[in-house]
């Protein structure tokens, strides 16, 4: 088997995997969301709300640091954590799309048949992100196991740390009339505006700054589509990363509704844990 080729499947659905988060869907047919409040009070509502989020469904579009564009559709729910998410990476189209599962305390990255020619005619990698936390060169925070237990919807809320939100106006998102808001934001002056939260939001919303650190991007232009239900439809990231531009949306389809997903078939799995240990011990 080819570990380049395990490596380059979990970086393309990692790079996804760390950029998608949201809140979610509507049901009002209303382009205002909340017409008395000012822009930033409209912000903060949205942001809110996606502390009740439970499972989401959602679409990415955009351009992802090192990894160029990359497209993709998830579901996922938070308790119990579990993920299906499917992302190509447009740049690289002839390796085709990756698929990732999480299930539990176990990563499954597969590359369908282009990963089969690499892996003995197995599909699928098995990351257990609980035996491989203390392997240094592979461990689980660097597959995505840092990001796994936190709601993804913590990214839309960033827009709350702008000194400068205005409101665009009203737009049609996916069918739904929404209120589109605009701003800029430092990730310094996001940590400044959690001071006022709860200790399980700033330390929800202080975790899902972690990549953005690592990446190098300091300073994001955000657009924030809010619906008649005070939720966010869309919101679109850009910035600049020590290996690139950032850019990147994300639509929700829905939210709180049941998210199943099942582990892939032994036989089709290479488990990597195992992997590593036989050849540690040759």
């Not at 990359?70 to 992302?87: D, F, I, L, Q, T």
């Not at 990698?125 to 392997?135: E, L, V, W, Y």
């Not at 993804?152 to 009203?170: M, Q």
């Not at 991007?217 to 239900?229: S, Y």
Request: aromatic content about 4%; overall charge neutral.
């Amino acid at each position: 088997m080819r570990n380049s080729a395990g490596r380059g499947a979990a970086g393309a659905a990692l790079a996804a995997l760390v950029l998608g988060g949201g809140a979610v869907a509507c049901t009002k047919d209303s382009a205002e969301s909340s017409p008395a409040l000012t822009p930033a009070a409209a912000v903060a509502k949205a942001a809110k709300n996606t502390e009740d989020i439970t499972s989401l469904h959602y679409r990415m579009t955009g351009k992802v640091p090192g990894q160029g564009r990359v497209s993709g559709e998830a579901a996922m729910s938070m308790k119990p954590m579990a993920m299906s998410m499917k992302v190509t990476s447009e740049d690289q189209a002839a390796d085709g799309p990756v698929e990732m599962r999480i299930v539990g305390k176990a990563m499954y990255i597969g590359g369908g048949a282009q990963a089969a020619k690499d892996m003995d005619g197995k599909s699928w990698i098995k990351f257990d992100m609980s035996a491989m936390a203390g392997d240094k060169e592979l461990n689980a925070d660097q597959l995505g196991g840092g990001q796994a237990d936190k709601n993804p919807a913590t990214e839309s809320t960033f827009l709350t740390g702008s000194k400068n939100v205005k409101k665009v106006g009203a737009e049609t998102v996916e069918g739904v009339k929404t209120t589109h808001y605009k701003g800029t934001v430092t990730l310094d002056d996001f940590r400044k505006s959690l001071k006022g939260e709860d200790k399980a939001t700033r330390a929800a919303r202080e975790k899902s700054l972690e990549q953005y650190t690592k990446m190098g991007v300091d300073t994001f232009t955000m657009d924030m589509w809010v619906d008649g239900d005070d939720h966010t439809k869309q919101f679109r990231m850009r910035g600049t990363a020590d290996k690139g531009p950032l850019d990147m949306t994300i639509t929700f389809l829905d939210y709180n509704k049941p998210v199943t997903v099942k582990a892939p078939p032994v036989k089709d799995t290479v488990d990597l844990a195992e992997m590593m240990k036989g050849v540690q011990q040759q």
